[in-house]
């Protein structure tokens, strides 16, 4: 009795059994290489998010100390704190508004640039077969 086990291939080794065996390889070298580009960007996505958290606790957490002392000391002078409050929210709300704009100008002005660069520049040639209709 034989027991038979499907042993999954990783990315790198179904690159490196695409390149060796010719008759399933342009499928294999296809898998393996889309597999590695996955992994990759999954492995960067997770990299940079931690990055992110990181430094949104730290931004997060020394922005909530500097609020606490701002309050702690408009407090002691008798100032309000709630309107300070609300200014900086109403700041926060218009710099993130205007990175959002900033964002979208962005891309649209990459997409156009893209997209030119794809379309074929017409030749100055006259064409070389003369363009007439069938009867």
Do not use: C, H, N
């Amino acid at each position: 009795m034989s027991s038979k086990t499907d042993v999954r291939l990783t990315p790198g080794e179904r690159l490196s059994r695409g390149l060796k065996y010719t008759a399933v390889g342009p499928v294999d070298v296809t898998r393996g290489a889309l597999g590695l580009g996955i992994t990759g960007a999954q492995s960067s996505a997770e990299w940079v998010g931690e990055r992110y958290r990181r430094g949104r606790l730290k931004a997060q957490l020394s922005e909530d100390l500097a609020t606490a002392q701002e309050i702690v000391s408009q407090a002691l002078l008798g100032a309000s704190p709630a309107r300070t409050a609300k200014s900086k929210l109403r700041r926060r709300r218009l710099v993130l508004i205007g990175v959002g704009v900033a964002a979208v100008a962005g891309g649209a002005v990459a997409f156009s640039i893209v997209r030119r660069s794809t379309q074929p520049e017409p030749s100055p040639l006259p064409p070389s077969v003369e363009v007439a209709p069938r009867p």
